[in-house]
């Protein structure tokens, strides 16, 4: 696989409400570019979330051999760590701090990559396992769930499903973990994983 090039991320005010997002090679040469809005944040109050647990969990002997192994990049292995950082609570799905799942865009908006670069890292993740993409039904939106075997954010999983996604994986963690459900589903629930496609 040809290794895709790095590109920093720069923002400059562009006026009220606005900013000018680059990407600039390592020559400095603005390679994508976009203007987005700022929306101001209603009142001043800060948002409190109070969690039990705010840490996510990263599976040790997993980790460690993935990186023995050489089954990633660099640039492979950092991408998953920031995805891992940004799963929700109970749920195997990066989502934002109110457990909304995100889109791709979101996604490379929020790690600071262009949404290009992202998806090519995406699918060799997804191709070895350690990540799917999924499309729920009467959704043009992609979303991504994270190998709950490599890393974990919560106390219980909150839809089995989620687990069952990586059954047939390529990746063959050294310690399969089996996380406690919140509630035992037989069947999968409309919305649910599980009613998708991968």
């Given at each position: 696989m040809e290794q895709q090039p790095l590109y920093r991320r720069v923002e400059v005010p562009e006026g009220d409400n606005k900013v000018k997002v680059m990407f600039v090679d390592e020559y400095g040469v603005v390679q994508d570019e976009y203007v987005k809005s700022i929306a101001k944040p209603k009142g001043n109050m800060a948002k409190v979330v109070k969690v039990n647990d705010p840490f996510v969990r990263l599976y040790r002997n997993n980790v460690q051999q993935v990186i023995r192994d050489g089954a990633l990049t660099l640039y492979e292995f950092g991408v998953l760590v920031q995805l891992a950082c940004f799963t929700g609570w109970g749920t195997t799905f990066v989502t934002d701090e109110n457990g909304q799942r995100l889109s791709l865009s979101q996604l490379a908006d929020l790690l600071g990559l262009s949404k290009g670069y992202l998806s090519t890292i995406l699918k060799s993740l997804d191709e070895k396992g350690f990540v799917t993409v999924y499309r729920p039904e009467n959704s043009r939106a992609?979303?991504?769930?994270?190998?709950?075997?490599?890393?974990?954010?919560?106390?219980?999983?909150?839809?089995?499903?989620?687990?069952?996604?990586?059954?047939?994986?390529?990746?063959?963690?050294?310690?399969?973990?089996?996380?406690?459900?919140?509630?035992?589903?037989?069947?999968?629930k409309k919305g649910s994983v599980a009613n998708g496609s991968f």
């Open positions: 992609n979303f991504v769930m994270v190998n709950g075997s490599i890393s974990f954010f919560g106390k219980w999983l909150n839809d089995e499903s989620e687990e069952e996604a990586f059954n047939d994986a390529p990746y063959e963690p050294v310690v399969k973990i089996a996380h406690p459900s919140k509630k035992k589903r037989g069947v999968a």
